[in-house]
């Protein structure tokens, strides 16, 4: 057994992540996948969530195959829309949403957007809603063109929430919510730690397509700004990157 505790200042916060937890548990057992869990959950409240324990182990390439399989089949799912029916959270910060079929307008909006609007330096704050105003609807054009429909996303997915034991690849801490499936892709590539094999087993089952290299960057700007409004100092250069390349879409 293991306990987490609520350490975020939102009362909420673990009842949102044991929702997302049981979406996920549901899409893996839907997709027909064995090889990737999520640990089940006992009880939770505002406080604290009791959960299954998970030892981790050394990861391998074979493990990190069957956890780029078993997310490739859950990509694959077909979804009614983009976004998610309430709010939840990403990290430390809320992660807004509403249900949509326009992923331009809900990614740019609830979540490049309200990041921005976090920015507490108001010049680069200014910077930032400058280039989202003035590239509006090249953006929104941009990512629906190019979107891959709409999937369920685990939405934190770094290597610290993929867990290995000896025979199963762990999912926790998501932050779920309906999209693009290769913004989830995007941020495994964000600090790194997947490895080939997770990727070519992913590649196999779901090809990438051929403006992921952009889309990467502007995905994971969302992720870059959040870390930016929690940690500050090194994460405002990516912003800046993320930004330079919607203004030359």
Not at 56 to 71: H, I, N, V, Y
Not at 93 to 115: A, H, I, S, V
Not at 196 to 221: C, H, M, T, W
Request: net charge negative.
């Amino acid at each position: 057994m293991y306990t987490k505790r609520n350490e975020t200042g939102y009362a909420d916060a673990l009842i949102r992540e044991a929702e997302g937890l049981e979406l996920l548990r549901n899409a893996l057992e839907i997709a027909g996948v064995s090889t990737v869990r999520v640990p089940q959950v006992y009880s939770v409240n505002e406080e604290r969530m009791e959960m299954a324990a998970i030892v981790p182990k050394r990861q391998t390439d074979d493990l990190l195959a069957k956890l780029g399989e078993g997310l490739a089949a859950v990509h694959s799912l077909p979804q009614a829309c983009y976004g998610f029916g309430r709010d939840n959270y990403i990290g430390l910060n809320p992660q807004k949403n509403r249900e949509t079929d326009n992923w331009g307008e809900f990614f740019l909006d609830y979540r490049l957007g309200y990041q921005v609007r976090l920015v507490s330096d108001a010049s680069i704050r200014r910077q930032f809603t400058e280039v989202l105003e003035s590239r509006r609807q090249v953006l929104v054009d941009w990512l629906n063109d190019h979107s891959l429909g709409p999937s369920l996303l685990h939405g934190d997915l770094w290597s610290g929430n993929a867990l290995f034991d000896e025979e199963t690849a762990w999912l926790i801490d998501p932050a779920v919510y309906y999209g693009d499936s290769e913004a989830d892709l995007s941020m495994t590539e964000m600090f790194g730690g997947f490895g080939p094999a997770f990727y070519d087993a992913y590649n196999a089952r779901r090809p990438l397509s051929g403006e992921y290299q952009r889309k990467r960057v502007i995905y994971n700007l969302y992720h870059f700004l959040n870390h930016y409004n929690l940690f500050g100092g090194w994460y405002l250069g990516p912003c800046e990157k993320g930004f330079e390349v919607i203004r030359r879409l």
